[in-house]
């Protein structure tokens, strides 16, 4: 997996339509996605990109909100007012990861990558879909 240092939140976890990985590279300092393009890199600025797929998981997680909540509690094995509110409100602030040192980025893009999370975004670094095994495709409409 790649380190934190590049600042890239989902690094080794983007890739392009053709299923071809984008690497991260550092551009005045600031982190970007290169996606390939045929024989050409579209270097894309990774903190917009980690926001749209972030915006993306909390939308689906949100969607799901019941189900998952009565997953993390069974997980939890704590059943209580407090617990469901809790997950309820981790949910509803999933935005707060993009925040440094909010999270541990590596152990974050290791459980992801270990899931078989993917991301999937156009050439010009717009975000397609959301490969996530158990769920079904989350594509534009």
Same mark, same amino acid.
């Given at each position: 997996?790649?380190?934190? /240092? *590049?600042? /890239?939140? !989902?690094?080794?976890?983007?890739?392009?339509?053709? %299923?071809?990985?984008?690497? @991260?590279?550092? &551009? %005045?300092?600031?982190? !970007?996605?290169?996606?390939?393009?045929?024989?050409?890199?579209?270097? @894309?600025?990774? *903190?917009?990109?980690?926001?749209?797929?972030?915006?993306?998981?909390?939308?689906?997680?949100?969607?799901?909100?019941?189900? @998952? *909540?009565?997953?993390?509690?069974?997980?939890?094995?704590?059943?209580?007012? !407090? *617990?469901?509110?809790?997950?309820?409100? /981790? &949910?509803?602030?999933?935005?707060?990861?993009?925040?440094?040192?909010?999270?541990?980025?590596?152990?974050?893009?290791?459980?992801?990558?270990?899931? %078989? !999370?993917?991301?999937?975004?156009?050439?010009?670094?717009?975000? @397609?879909?959301?490969?996530?095994?158990?769920?079904?495709? &989350?594509?534009?409409?």
């Amino acid at each position: 997996m790649a380190s934190r /240092a *590049t600042g /890239a939140l !989902f690094a080794d976890l983007v890739f392009n339509e053709e %299923g071809e990985r984008a690497e @991260v590279t550092t &551009i %005045g300092g600031e982190p !970007f996605y290169a996606i390939p393009e045929d024989d050409f890199l579209r270097h @894309v600025d990774a *903190t917009q990109l980690d926001r749209q797929i972030v915006c993306r998981l909390q939308e689906r997680i949100q969607a799901m909100g019941d189900l @998952v *909540t009565d997953g993390v509690i069974r997980l939890l094995g704590d059943e209580n007012l !407090f *617990t469901r509110a809790s997950v309820a409100h /981790a &949910i509803d602030h999933m935005d707060k990861i993009l925040e440094p040192g909010a999270v541990d980025a590596d152990q974050l893009r290791t459980a992801l990558w270990m899931a %078989g !999370f993917r991301a999937i975004v156009d050439h010009h670094g717009d975000l @397609v879909r959301l490969h996530v095994p158990g769920w079904e495709e &989350i594509e534009d409409s």
